[in-house]
């Protein structure tokens, strides 16, 4: 099996994985958003989506949540490695499930000013985090972080505004859609199935444009 992730790539893949969920209130997918996705386009994706899986997948499009759920039919022993920080949690049987979430249209050109933005913003991020850590470094950052005099209060405020003004950006495009695909957390004990989800995520992939 896969080692766990170290701890920069396990915060990364929580940020990510905390992304998702906000997606809806950055793109217009939420509940009352007059953006509905072009149905053509959504009918293009969906029937290639569908051509892509082999034999024992599922494939299930829930149109007033935009969200495409591909599926492995049969449980299989499988562990998130997210919360598995310590290491002592177990394999448990459960589904593969793929999720893409449909959002309004991000051209390139405005993806790219930003991801650019995004960058500036999480260069002041770091360094505001190497101020506040450097002397006392540890897991559980920012949640777990108390600030130890009203400086860093002041530091540490500051770090949070940047925070809520990343934008949300997605992974892909297809035409005139774009795409925020599920973070893939899940790692299964073996390892030929591991590979053939792996194999049908690439597939996934390879439909999607990358920005």
Known sequence: MPPSP???????????SLAVLVL????GVAKGSDWEPPKGTVTTLVTRLRAQLPQGWSFSFDEKKSWIEIERIKPELMLNVVPNLSGEEKSTSQ???????????VPKDEYEKLRSENEATETKMDTLQ???????PFWGWPGAFKPANEEEKREFEEYKQLDASLHRLPD??????SLELEPDTLRLDDDTIQKECEDVRQKVVR????Y
């Open 6 to 16: 170290g701890p920069s790539g396990a915060i990364s893949m929580i940020r990510r």
């Open 24 to 27: 809806f209130a950055f793109f």
């Open 95 to 105: 589904k593969y499930i793929l999720g893409l979430t449909i959002v309004s249209f």
């Open 130 to 136: 190497k101020t506040l850590t450097h002397s006392r």
């Open 172 to 177: 892909f495009y297809f035409e005139d859609l």
């Open 207 to 210: 439909t999607l444009s990358a």
